[in-house]
């Protein structure tokens, strides 16, 4: 198979012809990963788009040495640099980071960011760039609004920049904290909005939702006590029925750690999705939280297949909660899934192991083969948690170093640096097929130089678009491509929705889980990441694969660490969209509209 010639080699051959670093040049050096070698005198011969274009290939390569891309405040942030850089914020874009920065390290002067606002600044602050969580967090962290910012607020509502159900939300995080009396008018129950205010009812301590939880959710019923007490109008069937899987996630992830058995002793009617696999899967990890074994639960786990985890996929998510319910049993569907064909529960299995087996080169070797690189990642970082020698991790370690896939190459090169500060930067393997096809397509849309635009059909007659740019994550662009092409996403479902945040997607086995048997490079930039912007959902370094997601709210904290291709059209009516969807909705189809 043809491999992209090295480009230390073909920058110097066109150094002779004439200075030039192409779009090419960049994309077969970021697929190769290995240093480049330009003199200062090089440098500053190239034009200034192919000298940009360099450095931004530098830093994303990332070998010892390499320019970093972040700048301090994103790559180590501190009180001391975001206060600074609050100081000076005046666009809405630098002001919103700044409050963000300062609501994770949770400053009290947070609300400095948005000093000197007035009335007028309502008019041109973006519709779509939402204040009301980050305002009551900074609340939450001792904050206090000035007359000036109130007034500014005020106007936002005033011309409709001020969202219903996330100010709810806020509300609740305030009120369950002692911060407001009382909730505002209840607003109206759809998908959204019941995940959004659960979302905000979770972050309340366990005493306060413990009540609640175990009275309110023992039915799917629109008469329930929860929805007055969460801030909206009670719900028709219709709605509960669609966001059914949303409210048993949400009931899952509010599960305290460690989880108090009462947890688990709601009675009543089983919900119409209980046994639907991605509802399992939430309700498996909350499980899990459990330390202290529940006798009720023995028979249920006993049972073949265990709490109806009748897939390789669930027993994995459901192997900790076995490992601490019943031990003999977990034992069993642990070397049920070791030497089973799916590799994402072969993970699983791997996790569950106290120390190494006695038959590590077969599992090794066996995990050499498979085609997600979850597992691989897994038994990689397993060495050091089994507390093996140093000695005998090189010794597994190093051979990782001659892995086909990139990323497993990066991994092993990570753990190899813990052990030994001397290990090198590893080589590039050859590009498999799926790596050429790649490749190809890489160069072909970022010399064509225009936006690509994926129609994204959801069940319920939705649609939205959206546009990536292949000038800047070249790769990550044609992957999503082929793989629509292919017809990849068509009938998988949408399995994370986190109101304010983001809606994920991509997963071949409808969860977060897994790829499509191949890796993808970061193409990171400075690209902000505002709302309905699309990045590249990782595991670590180099992991993209199928999994993608569009966030509904400005997220900063992304911005140079996740690969983001582009943006949705339309965002007044594709951000509407996404702010209502319901976990498990289903693709339809995503199509590739370009020639």
Known sequence: MKSPAPVLLLSVSLIAQGPRFTVRDAIQAEWLRQPLSFTEEQTKALPPAD??????????IGAPGGPALLPPELDKPTLGLWE?????????????????????????????????????????????????????????????????????LDA???????????????????????????????VKATPGSLLALMDAWNRAPWPQRRDLALSAFSSLSPQSPAWPRLGLVPPSQEVLNRSCVGLLSRLAEGVPSPAPAEAFQVSGTPWPCS????????????????????????????????????????LGVLLPALRR?????????????????????????????????????????????????ETQQTLIHSYA????????????????????????????????????????????PNPTAADQAILDE???????????????????????????????????????????????????LVPRVVPDFVVQMGSPVDTMDGGPGHTVRCENSLD????????????????????????????????????????VEDPDRALKILDDMDLGAKILSITVLEP
């Not at 509502?157 to 369950?176: E, H, I, N, S, T």
Request: glycine residues 8%.
């Open 51 to 60: 000298r940009t274009r360099l450095g931004r290939t530098l830093q994303r």
């Open 84 to 152: 600074a850089q609050a100081a000076t914020a005046r666009t809405p874009q630098q002001r919103f980071t700044a409050l963000f920065f300062l609501n994770r390290l949770k400053s009290p002067k947070a609300l400095m960011a948005l000093a000197g606002l007035s009335p007028a600044d309502a008019q041109t602050w973006p519709k779509h760039l939402h204040l009301e969580a980050a305002l009551a967090t900074a609340r939450l962290n001792g904050s206090e609004a000035s007359p000036e910012l109130l007034a500014f």
């Open 156 to 186: 936002m509502r005033k011309v409709g920049k001020v969202d219903p159900v996330r100010a709810q939300a806020a509300r609740l995080r305030l009120m369950m904290a002692g911060k407001e009396a009382g909730l505002l008018p209840p």
């Open 275 to 314: 046994a639907h696999p991605l509802a399992l899967w939430y309700g498996f990890q909350a499980l899990a939280k459990v330390e202290i074994p529940l006798p009720g639960l023995r028979p249920a786990l006993a049972q073949a297949p265990p709490l109806g985890a009748s897939s390789p996929l669930l």
């Open 325 to 373: 319910q019943d031990p003999q049993q977990a034992d069993r569907v642990r070397a049920q899934l070791l030497e089973g064909p799916g590799a994402i529960p072969r993970a699983a299995a791997i996790e569950d192991l106290p120390a190494a087996p006695e038959d590590l080169a077969a599992l090794t070797q066996c995990t050499w083969r498979d085609d997600q690189f």
């Open 385 to 428: 948690r089994w507390k093996m020698a140093p000695e005998d991790q090189k010794a597994q370690l190093q051979p990782w170093l001659q892995h086909p896939n990139w990323t497993c190459r990066w991994e092993a090169y990570q753990a190899l640096l813990k052990l030994d500060p001397r290990t090198p930067w590893p080589g590039a």
């Open 442 to 492: 890489a160069i072909r849309l970022a010399e064509r130089g225009k936006p690509v635009r994926l129609r994204l059909s959801l069940n319920g007659k939705r649609r939205l678009t959206l546009r990536l740019d292949p000038r800047v994550a070249p790769m990550n662009v044609a992957n999503l491509v082929l793989l629509a092409r292919k017809g990849y996403f068509n009938g998988r």
């Open 528 to 567: 902000w990441y505002g709302p309905g912007s699309v990045g590249m959902a990782l595991s670590g370094k180099d992991t993209g694969g199928s999994q993608f997601f569009i966030t509904t709210n400005a997220t900063p904290h992304l911005t140079g660490r996740y690969t983001r291709l582009g943006e």
